[in-house]
C-alpha cells in the first residue's frame, strides 16, 4: 500500500526567506507525484505534478520540486516566500499503473510572517 | 465552465439526522471522489466512481452512501450522522491525464 510522510507539521518562515516542505512516500510500485496548496476555507488547488519526464517540475508562482526516486522523496522549494504564500501545502501520490485516488499526507501549514 | 459544484456549504446536523450532500461536474469527467478534511489529518477517501453507476469504497467510508446515476453528479449520503462525522467533505473529479479538479468544500457539524 502507498503512504505519504510528510516530516513538518508547521513551518514558519520570514518574508523574503527560503523554504523547503519536505515530503517522502512509500510504494512498492511507480508513483505519480502531486503538491496541493489549500487557502484558508478554500478547496485544493494543484501546485504541481510529476508524472513522467525531468525530474524537476516548476509552478507558475516560483515553487518547485524534485522527484527524487532513490530516497523516495519530492520536497517543495521556493527561494524567497510571500506573506500571500501562508497555506496549508499537500503532497499527495497515486499508483501510476492501477491506481485512480490520490493518498494525501497530513498537510504542512507554512506561515509567512514580516 | 462551472467545475466541480458542491452544495450546501455549511450545515449542522442533529445526531441521527440524515442528509445528502450534493455534487455535480460539468467537464464530462469519469471519475469522481468523496474525501473528508480532519484537521491535522490531510484528505481521506470516502467514496470513488470510475464512471456512470460504478462506485466503490475508499478508506473511511462507513457511515456513507454514494450513488452515480450520471456522469454529472456524485451525490453523498449520510443516513444516521454521528459527531465524528463533524468534518468537511471536499467533491473532486479527473481527467484521464490526471488533471483533478476540487470543489470548494461542504463543512459540516453533527451535534
Known amino acids: 500500500a502507498q503512504s505519504v510522510t510528510q516530516l513538518d507539521s508547521q513551518v514558519p518562515v520570514f518574508e523574503e526567506a527560503p523554504v523547503e516542505l519536505r515530503c517522502n512516500y512509500s510504494?512498492?510500485?511507480?508513483?505519480?507525484l502531486f503538491w496541493y496548496v489549500q487557502y484558508p476555507n478554500q478547496g485544493l488547488q494543484l501546485l504541481l505534478k510529476?508524472?513522467?519526464?525531468?525530474?524537476l517540475v516548476e509552478s507558475i508562482n516560483g515553487f518547485e520540486a524534485e522527484f527524487n526516486k532513490s530516497q523516495t522523496s519530492f520536497h517543495l522549494r521556493k527561494p524567497s516566500v510571500h506573506i500571500s504564500d501562508t497555506a496549508e501545502y499537500f503532497c499527495a501520490v497515486i499508483p501510476n499503473q492501477a491506481g485512480t485516488a490520490l493518498i494525501f499526507g497530513k498537510g504542512t501549514t507554512l506561515s509567512v510572517s514580516s | 465552465n462551472a467545475g466541480v459544484t458542491q452544495t450546501p456549504k455549511f450545515r449542522i446536523l442533529k445526531i441521527g439526522q440524515s442528509m445528502t450532500l450534493q455534487c455535480t461536474q460539468d467537464?464530462?469527467?469519469?471519475?469522481m471522489y468523496w474525501y473528508r478534511q480532519d484537521p491535522g489529518m490531510g484528505l481521506k477517501l470516502i467514496y470513488y466512481s470510475v464512471g456512470a453507476g460504478i462506485t466503490d469504497k475508499g478508506e473511511v467510508p462507513n457511515g456513507y452512501n454514494v450513488s452515480r446515476s450520471t456522469t454529472e453528479d456524485f451525490p453523498l449520503r449520510l443516513e444516521l450522522a454521528a459527531p465524528s462525522q463533524t468534518s468537511v467533505y471536499f467533491c473532486?473529479?479527473?481527467?484521464?491525464?490526471?488533471?483533478?479538479?476540487f470543489g470548494s468544500g461542504t463543512r459540516l457539524t453533527v451535534v
Open positions: 473532486a473529479s479527473r481527467t484521464t491525464n490526471y488533471g483533478y479538479t
Open positions: 510504494s512498492s510500485v511507480s508513483v505519480y
Open positions: 467537464m464530462n469527467h469519469n471519475y
Open positions: 510529476y508524472l513522467s519526464g525531468s525530474t
